[in-house]
């Protein structure tokens, strides 16, 4: 395993957007080991299902749950490296390590 900071820090920077650390010296593996395997969790309204979550009804059917009270985990995200998010209004998006882009929610009419 590679212990040097200036690779950690080098790889962490590249993956991760993140603002500039000026200060930070070392922790950089360990940064990037926390980040790479970071959950995301959403609370609060999920209309139009803007938080990400869905859920198994009987049947097999599934549905939107209006209001999540607690953080929770959004399933869809478990096994990738998400790098970036933005949340707000009615939309949440998330881009992962390998490019993907996810997008919940209602992004706005279109003509």
Not at 38 to 62: C, D, I, P
């Amino acid at each position: 395993m590679v212990t040097d900071q200036h690779f950690w820090r080098q790889r962490t920077l590249s993956t991760f957007r993140l603002p500039p650390q000026p200060i930070r010296q070392k922790g950089w593996d360990e940064m990037y080991k926390r980040l790479s395997t970071a959950k995301v969790f959403t609370w609060g309204s999920n209309q139009f299902g803007r938080l990400g979550h869905n859920y198994e009804g009987g049947n097999g059917r599934s549905f939107l749950a209006q209001k999540v009270g607690s953080p929770t985990e959004i399933e869809s995200l478990r096994n990738e490296t998400v790098v970036d998010l933005g949340c707000g209004g009615w939309s949440m998006w998330a881009l992962t390590a390998s490019g993907k882009v996810y997008g919940w929610g209602k992004v706005g009419e279109f003509v």
